[in-house]
C-alpha cells in the first residue's frame, strides 16, 4: 500500500521561502502523476501543484510564479518549494495523486506565514 508522509513545514515570514517534501513509499512517486494540496483552516483541501510522470508542472493561479513542484527519484519525493510566502499560504499541505482514486492520506505538514 502506499504511503505518503510530507514533512518540511514551519514558521516563515512573510516573502520567505520553506521547501516541502513528500515521501512516497510502496510505489515509484516516478510511476504516477501527485500533487500538492493546502488546507486553510475552515475550507477545503484544494490542490495548487501537481507535477506529470514526464515532470510537467501546473501550478493553480495563486502559487504561480511563487512555487516549484519538483521530482527527487533518488529519494523518491515529490518537493514543494515555496517562495514568496504570503499570509494567506498559512495551512496545512498534503500530497497525493492529483485525480482519481486517492492514495490514504498522509498527515500533512502546516505552514505559518507570520508578517
Known amino acids: 500500500q502506499v504511503q505518503l508522509v510530507e514533512s518540511g513545514g514551519g514558521l516563515a515570514q512573510a516573502g520567505g521561502s520553506l521547501t516541502l517534501s513528500c515521501a512516497v513509499s510502496?510505489?515509484?512517486?516516478?510511476?504516477?502523476?501527485i500533487g500538492w494540496y493546502r488546507q486553510i483552516e475552515g475550507k477545503s483541501r484544494d490542490l495548487i501543484a501537481r507535477?506529470?510522470?514526464?515532470?510537467?508542472?501546473i501550478y493553480e493561479e495563486s502559487v504561480r510564479g511563487r512555487f516549484r513542484i519538483f521530482i527527487d527519484n533518488d529519494k523518491h519525493t515529490v518537493n514543494l518549494q515555496m517562495d514568496k510566502l504570503r499570509l494567506e499560504d498559512t495551512a496545512f499541505y498534503y500530497c497525493?495523486?492529483?485525480?482519481?482514486?486517492?492514495?490514504?492520506w498522509g498527515q500533512g505538514t502546516k505552514v505559518t506565514v507570520s508578517s
Open positions: 507535477i506529470s510522470i514526464l515532470g510537467d508542472p
Open positions: 510502496g510505489t515509484s512517486s516516478s510511476l504516477e502523476d
Open positions: 497525493n495523486r492529483p485525480s482519481g482514486r486517492r492514495h490514504p
